[in-house]
């Protein structure tokens, strides 16, 4: 198993950090701290710097140790177009699925609130679920035969 990792750390407050696994095909990212709205473009920018990336590496995104609350949905929807540039200009029209995580019972009302924002705006299949074995079986129905990535048409 190759892995690369990133920590992103602004003012000292937070470190989100990322943990690339290229044999697995998915980049694990995990908020710790505050969330600000161009924290999720700036994670994805790292990531696709990191060696082993490719444009077939899903995201697998840990919300438990975030602070979701200081967003407002005028700023998030503005995070999630501006990820949506980021995920088209890096992913283009290869399917790509972000599973977010968490069982916070303080954080995952505001992150489903912000999915539901969020699904008019940003384009890869998403999905919520408690853990990180639920998000990994999820990735991997996903590309299996009969899956969503199975069933894209080609460019």
Not at 46 to 61: E, F, H, S, Y
Request: glycine share 6%; with cysteine.
């Amino acid at each position: 198993m190759w892995l690369s990792f990133f920590r992103f750390t602004v003012t000292g407050r937070m470190a989100h950090t990322i943990k690339l696994e290229a044999e697995g095909r998915w980049a694990d990212i995990y908020y710790r701290g505050e969330v600000h709205s161009d924290h999720p473009a700036q994670l994805i920018e790292a990531m696709v710097k990191l060696p082993g990336w490719t444009p077939r590496c899903d995201r697998i995104i840990h919300y438990d140790d975030a602070q979701l609350g200081e967003m407002t949905a005028l700023e998030f929807r503005t995070a999630a177009a501006r990820l949506q540039d980021v995920i088209t200009r890096h992913y283009g029209p290869s399917p790509n699925f972000s599973v977010h995580v968490c069982s916070n019972p303080m954080q995952r009302p505001i992150l489903e609130y912000w999915m539901t924002l969020g699904r008019s705006i940003y384009s890869p299949v998403l999905n919520l679920v408690d853990t990180e074995k639920d998000a990994r079986e999820w990735l991997v129905r996903q590309r299996a035969p009969g899956g969503v990535a199975d069933q894209a048409q080609p460019v």
